[in-house]
């Protein structure tokens, strides 16, 4: 190579050093954008972790809580009746019909699978066929289990029944309406861990998990101990959509912070994974006694299997959109006239498109949208945040509000229409719903 030539190469490294750190687009040796192939590998970590980590949480629900006993069942050496297919798709359990071999699915299609087995969980437990449970064999060909684990997905995803009901190609991002989360841990046999979290009986927290029923948790419950509200109902709340939150300040119901933080809270403290999490707020005896005795505030993970993954798992969230409403969901014409109500009505004022958030501090007083402040005292801010809108015919079953308090839409309109003194005509409440449904 000659002088010139050799000038010519270093330039060309210099300049491409000097392009990668500008953040201008960086070839690879094909061609091809080397941070775009960056984003799509963190793009598909972030969704092997949403999809599949448990964090070691199964140290909690096999080893401690021995759940995975209760779906075997007593027959294949764990306890009671073990959980069949039928009853696990009528907890809510969803089943990815893309993880099962071609062979099942002819079984399947033709009747050839007693859904009635517990062993046929088994087997799609081996398959990683069930969405957000992970089982843990024995040892990798054997046909026991050991432990199992669960996902941000048990939750945050449903499937779209394409095979069958509860059995389809998955939904990531979507609220699980179905899924029965305090049925599924009552039948865990041993709950000594969170009776003495707690400090109550077992019997007790059984009797708390059973009144949660489908589409609900109780995110605070092992903070401030309250099963219930003040009028005797559960004190759980509905799990929320996963998708639309890109541009969202607040996250929550209640508004505890942002997606990182609510990811790093949810699994080392809900879903008992090995990581690492502070927040000062939670030694507060007064509003937190079980997480402040507990030591909630400043957990330390002697191998953190959480906090390496909140980068790619919160790039994953993001990328996460709300699905657009399908056509022949709503009314259209109705709709477009929807949205003129919406805006007359000052919905807009709180809730500002495009995420039907407010850009800013989206945070409400109980009393600025005309509910109690039971839930709202459960969390430091002490308030509702302004609840994003997008996707939500994705969520029609268990209710609107934190707690579902609304059965339908339209009682969500008319909720407002006396609290804020509208006046709405019949015929603009109803546009207003078609456009609530078609965002
Ligand atoms: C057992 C069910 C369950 C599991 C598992 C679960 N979540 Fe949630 N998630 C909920 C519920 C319920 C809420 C609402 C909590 C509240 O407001 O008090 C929620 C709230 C959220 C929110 C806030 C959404 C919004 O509208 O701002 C995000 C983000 C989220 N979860 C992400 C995750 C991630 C990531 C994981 C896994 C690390 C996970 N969740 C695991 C039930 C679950
Ligand atoms: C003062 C601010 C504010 C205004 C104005 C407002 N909202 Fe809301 N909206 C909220 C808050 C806060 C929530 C969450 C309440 C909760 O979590 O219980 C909410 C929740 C909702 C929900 C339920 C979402 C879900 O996922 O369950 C719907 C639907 C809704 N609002 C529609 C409207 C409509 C329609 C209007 C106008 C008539 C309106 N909102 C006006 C603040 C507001």
Known sequence: MNRSGTRAMLTTMLLGTLLTAFGAAALGDDGHDVRDQHEHDTLAAGRHIFRFDTFGDEDFWGGSLELHQAIEGSRLGGVGAGVSPKTALAVGLKVDVDALPGSLVRDLRAGRVNL?????????????????????????????????????????????????????????????????????????????????????????????????GPGKFDAELLLDGKGFRPDGKTAATLIPPAFGLAGVNLHTWTAWGSIPYWNAFVATLEMHGKGSFSDARLSDPSQFPVAARAGFDDVRAETDLVSPKLPALHQYQLALAAPRAPRGSFNPAAAERGSK???????????????????????????????????????????????????????????????????????????????????????????????????
Request: charged share 15%; net charge neutral.
């Open 116 to 212: 009635d087995d517990p062993a046929v969980t088994v087997a799609l437990l081996r398959l990683n066929a069930v969405v957000g449970i992970t089982g843990v064999f024995q040892y990798p060909s054997s046909t026991s289990l050991k432990s199992i684990g669960i996902q941000c997905a048990l939750c945050h995803s449903t499937v779209d029944d394409s095979f069958a009901p509860g059995i389809g190609h998955r939904l990531d991002g979507w609220a699980n309406r179905d899924l029965n989360v305090g049925a599924i841990v009552s039948l865990a046999p041993n709950l000594s861990v969170v009776a003495k979290l707690l400090n109550v009986n077992q019997a007790t927290v059984r009797k708390v998990l059973t009144a949660w």
């Open 341 to 439: 109500v919406f805006d007359n009505a000052r919905c807009n004022s709180c809730h500002v498109p495009p995420t039907y958030s407010e850009p800013g501090w989206n945070l409400h007083t109980a009393q600025e949208v005309g509910v109690d402040d039971f839930q709202a005292n459960r969390a430091p801010a002490k308030g509702y945040r302004t609840a994003p809108l997008r996707g939500l015919w994705t969520h029609m079953k268990g209710g609107f509000y934190h707690d579902g308090r609304f059965a339908t839409l339209l009682d969500v309109v008319n909720h407002y229409d006396v609290l804020f003194g509208l006046h709405l005509s019949a015929q603009d409440k109803s546009d207003l719903v078609e456009y609530l449904k078609s965002l």
